[in-house]
């Protein structure tokens, strides 16, 4: 990781007196030893112990680490229900079922997991969310911006697959409303329809193939989510002011203070994961899927999961089949060119007093777009998510690249010591709470 | 960043930020003397808390994988004895293994009975071994108690060892006509699974 | 002095994040409410809420309505409708025991097999067994009912909106259709079923219908909420299991949640 070119510093040094070892400072001789060869304990408390981390992040900042546990606790889950489960149009239902009522523990493990979607994908819309109100995804962090796009797209592959895999009347319908999305390209789009179906409908090999990528994709997931932490830990995290620490008073050791209050963090959206998983296990769910899969007959109206419904709200409100799902797609894709749209340097909307309410608008904006996604295609919804999608691409690609020509940001502070030390006061500092951190310095 | 990026931190790896945390925290001007040592029993309590929690939680994840209701509840099995001749054996699934019958002839038993028990590995009597009165059924698990093979002795064509059991193809192992093992490496003598006579000719096991 | 007013620092944060949470969490649900209600049509039905022993947090099955309710999905629902995902075994989860589930399991004949000679052969079900299914397949099923298909009923209260209590609504809705509605050739009117037209007969239409062992009076009200009770129980057996260790889970995270706070306050401590 980061650590590389430290070592190279090290390596390079002709006083070292073992030069193909890493100097290790370890003091256990067994993990030293290993430390030498192989410097990962040194990595970790470089990267997870003594990394300068800016002293004033808020809440906000937990939601990388929840959005890793849950990640965690989705992939323990998942490979234990794998072994329980069969991917089988025949025998997909009843094995769920069994699951529920004859594996040991089998209700808790795959409602964690159902529940387990929705709740990673309320943190990381959070994740996102922030970054975006605090400009994270300016330089130099877009690459780091650009990653993270990348994993809510395969999150929202592998969140498809999986609901699938029960063999609902949802996930039928669901798999072929949207394997047929790909039948709207000109030309190639059938061709390619019936290569992912492997057929000529949603049937056995949809079913075997979708599970066989809803087990690899995690595992993908986990690997870009590393590459993720790498480009963090390069550029360093950015902060609710937006400015880069300049001198050792702006940041502090990640360990102890933001792993504890990560740890804090974790304990709290867990009670969120209990109360759902524990008393409202299908409040999020759609009772249609505890009906078998029934090809001959789709059910009445036919919403997918609640957090595809901004963009499924998007791809219905153009009356044309290839232009809804260029627009749908387009939503997505504009996030990875978001970096370069946005004009203003200022990366904190506290600074940006107009960007702040039009992107407060566009996060409303954003759950009319989910509210009117579950919504029958009628009028007047068709009309409400029309005007809501040309919001949502107006706020990329008219203001954020012209509204900083008007802006007038307000004055950032000198630096995040100054600001996190005047705020704390209101007044006149006591003595106490300045002096000690200027000692720790 | 740049300027942190350009002055990588001289916090050195070997002083954890929690060491250099407890240190001030035991600073003398801290103002609360019992500071460090309250910070402590919160760090164990909260520390054995959380193990607690994540032991409990992992038992789900392990117990998951033991048998689960509908496999233990598998159904017992019904074997017709009437069309077994003397002499013959028939096999039978039972919780996905093997269950030997066999109606043994008088020769056999009588084979079986003579051996004297100090001569076993696994010693025990060919009485014990069949249920009262029913001494020509014997029902055995079919699986050799040294790795679990499936021995040999079932069909009228197949070897059955130097004792006119069972022979083990695997490891060489031979079983009698009571189904104990008498030479090779398995340790034990073909076990007997749990079954009763529902009548005179049929039996019930597991 | 500065204590007080640093404390209500973290209390702000929270509230700060909790206002960007409400209206995630609030719009999911409400959207997804809403689309399941437009499932229904236009017309909007109310389903009127009944009272059972397992409604709210700390609710339980009432064992004897659960096992009133399968008596009369024995002696009325089962004749059509399957309940595939149950066995027999599974009936001690509303208090029968094991002995008496054998020998109520030996009432029923199950077709096992083959034989030696390649045949199928009915024979008494054992408490391993799944509920005997009123028709070989669904083509069989739909060919005794006038074409319309009896559902399962294995998780019928979790694959309906309202879930018991639209089955009880459902069972006590059947009426006389209101003048100017015509009611189709071998359907009923009830005033609960999206679309009004059901093909399922009243199945309870009689008080007496089924005699309960236990005395309670058999009214068609009573079955309904008894086979609602017991139908509630065959589609969620975990749920008692579930809520107590809900409960407990919470408690403890409560608890590991101040500690954590507690610590996290301590190590700030001397940054504030």
Redesign the interface.
Known sequence: MAAG??DQHELSDPDSDVRHMHDS???NPVLRWIDQRMPVI?MI??EY??F?TP?NF???WNFGALAMVTLVIMI??GV?LS??YAANTHLAF?SV??I??????????R?AHANGA?MFF?VV??HM?RSLYYGSYKS?RELLWMLGVVLFILMMATAFMGYVLPWGQMSFWGATVITNLFSALPVVGEHIVTWLWGGFSVDNPTLNRFFSLHFLLPFVIVGVTFLHVVALH???SNNPLGI?????KD???????YT??D??GI??Y??VF??L???M????G???N???ANPLVT???I?PE??F?PFYAILRAVPNKLGGVVLMGGALLILFVLPWLDSSPVRSMRFRPIAKWLFLVWT?NF?VL??V????AEQPYILIAQICTAYYFAYFLVILPFLAKFERPLPLPESIARAVLTR???GPL?A??TA??M??A | ?????AN??K????????R??DA?GA?PHG?HEEGPVRRDFLKLA?GSF?AVGVGVMA???I????P????LALASTDVELGPIAEGQAVTVMWRGKPVFVRRRTAQEIQEARAVPLGELRDPATDQSRVKPGKDQWLIVLGVCTHLGCVPLGQKPTDARGDYGGWFCPCHGSHYDTAGRIRRGPAPLNLAIPDYSFTSDTRIRVG | M?RP??ML?PTL??A??AA??A???A??????G???R????HDVIHIPDTRFSFDG?FGTFDRASAQRGFQVYKEVCSACHSM???SYR?LTGIGLNPAQIAALASQFQVQDGPNDNGEMFERPARPSDHFRRPFANDAAARAANNGALP??L??MV????GGADYLHALLVGYEEPPPGITVMEGMHYNKYF?GHQIAMAPPLNTEGQVTYADGTKATVDQMATDVATFLAWA?E??LEQ??A???R??IF??I??GL??A??RK??A???
């Open positions: 070119p430290h400072k370890v003091q040194s408390q470089l112990g003594s300068p002293r808020n809440y906000f323990a889950t234990v072994m329980q009843d079922e069994r529920m009522r004859d594996v040991n523990y089998g209700w808790l493990l409602y929705s309320i819309y959070i969310w130099p390069i550029t360093g880069e620490p300049k001198t050792k940041t502090i050791p990640f360990h102890p203070y504890i209050k740890s804090f304990v709290v867990l009670v209990a109360i998983v524990f008393f296990p299908n409040y999020l759609h009772p249609d505890y009906i078998p059910p009445a109206h919403v609640w957090y419904l409303v759950g989910m509210w996604g579950g919504k029958p704390k006061g209101g006591p106490g709470a000690k951190p000692e720790k | 960043m740049a300027d942190v990026l990588p931190p916090t050195s790896p070997s002083e954890p930020g929690s250099h945390a001030v600073h103002g909260a959380t038992w789900p994840f117990h998951s994988m033991n689960s209701q509908d496999v | 500065r007013l640093l620092v944060k929270a700060a994040l960007v949470l209206p995630v969490l719009l999911a649900p409400a959207a997804l809403s689309g399941a437009a499932a229904e049509g947090i595939r995902q149950l599974h559902p399962d294995s998780v979790k694959a309906r909106e999206p589609a057996p975990e579930r809520r260790m809900g409960v889970m919470i995270l409560t590991l949640g954590a706070y610590v996290k190590v700030w001397d940054l504030h």
